[in-house]
């Protein structure tokens, strides 16, 4: 069982920043890749980046590459996203997420059908 919570989300300014943090509740939590998504009115949720177990391996959606950065503190059960350069397109509702303990991967997870729990999302928007 995990339980996640978003926190930070709000209204910024084109070229501003903001960050995003996560905290889990349950096992393993430094056994569990974790990730960040995005859901804009009318499009799918997609993936914003991704870190493995120990937070030196991550990945990150084209778009946001060079803008964003994903880190964790096992200690604290806590995942972040920081944001920096904001843009219009940015805005969405941010959701972290988790996938099941131990998994093996060759690559981190990318998909939404990957990863088993979520937050309930945190809005951020970009004003331009």
């Known amino acids: 069982q995990v339980q996640l919570a978003e926190a930070g989300g709000g209204l910024v300014q084109a070229g501003g920043s903001l960050r995003l943090s996560c905290v889990a509740s349950?096992?393993?939590?430094?056994?569990?890749?974790l990730g960040w998504f995005r859901q804009a009115p009318g499009k799918e949720r997609e993936m914003v980046g991704a870190i493995g177990w120990g937070g030196a391996r991550t990945y990150y959606v084209d778009s946001v590459k060079g803008r964003f950065s994903v880190s964790r503190d096992n200690a604290k059960n806590t995942v972040t996203l920081q944001m920096n350069s904001l843009k219009a397109e940015d805005t969405a509702v941010y959701y972290c997420?988790?996938?099941?303990?131990?998994?093996?991967?060759?690559?981190?997870?990318?998909?939404?059908?990957?990863?088993?729990?979520w937050g309930q999302g945190t809005q951020v928007t970009v004003s331009s």
């Open positions: 349950g096992r393993a939590f430094n056994r569990r890749e």
């Open positions: 997420a988790a996938r099941k303990a131990d998994l093996v991967s060759r690559s981190l997870a990318t998909m939404t059908s990957e990863y088993d729990y």
